[in-house]
């Protein structure tokens, strides 16, 4: 620890003086240039891969059953969401309505986002 309080930009207890840049870190382009080159090499073998599922799911592999359909049929995205809540009419309707979606994230019938979307008055999606 005596090492660390040595250095000019650390503190004696080993943490960042302030001010301190903590380090470049990765380069963006790098992090995109991997990403792009890991989706070229998936993308010319989609086929076998969904293939090999395939077999293995006929198989009987129950990870390989649900990588497939999670593929084939993903979960739906801006759809109206059913929470069987009373109309709005006024505010105190609202915690009845706010009740209703939360239950609908947790219960797995709206993701995240949708969930979010609806708290913030896209009651279009309601």
Same mark, same amino acid.
Request: hydrophobic share 40%.
């Given at each position: 620890?005596?090492?660390?309080?040595?250095?000019?930009?650390?503190?004696?207890? *080993?943490?960042?003086?302030?001010?301190?840049?903590?380090?470049?870190?990765?380069?963006? !382009?790098?992090?995109?240039?991997?990403?792009?080159?890991?989706?070229?090499?998936?993308?010319?073998?989609?086929?076998?891969?969904?293939?090999?599922?395939?077999?293995?799911?006929?198989?009987? $592999?129950?990870?390989?059953? !649900?990588?497939?359909?999670?593929?084939?049929?993903?979960?739906?995205?801006?759809?109206?969401?059913?929470?069987?809540?009373?109309?709005?009419?006024?505010?105190?309707?609202?915690?009845?309505?706010?009740? *209703?979606?939360?239950?609908?994230?947790?219960?797995g019938d709206a993701t995240a986002a949708e969930?979010?979307?609806?708290?913030?008055? $896209?009651? *279009?999606?309601?």
């Amino acid at each position: 620890m005596s090492d660390l309080s040595e250095s000019k930009s650390r503190t004696a207890d *080993g943490r960042f003086i302030k001010g301190c840049p903590a380090g470049p870190g990765r380069p963006r !382009k790098a992090v995109r240039a991997a990403a792009d080159a890991l989706d070229e090499r998936v993308a010319a073998k989609a086929d076998d891969l969904f293939e090999m599922a395939f077999r293995q799911a006929d198989e009987g $592999n129950a990870t390989a059953l !649900k990588a497939l359909l999670d593929r084939v049929w993903p979960v739906g995205r801006s759809r109206p969401l059913e929470i069987g809540a009373p109309p709005i009419k006024h505010p105190r309707d609202l915690l009845t309505a706010m009740a *209703g979606v939360t239950d609908a994230m947790f219960n797995g019938d709206a993701t995240a986002a949708e969930s979010a979307a609806a708290r913030q008055g $896209n009651q *279009g999606t309601l």
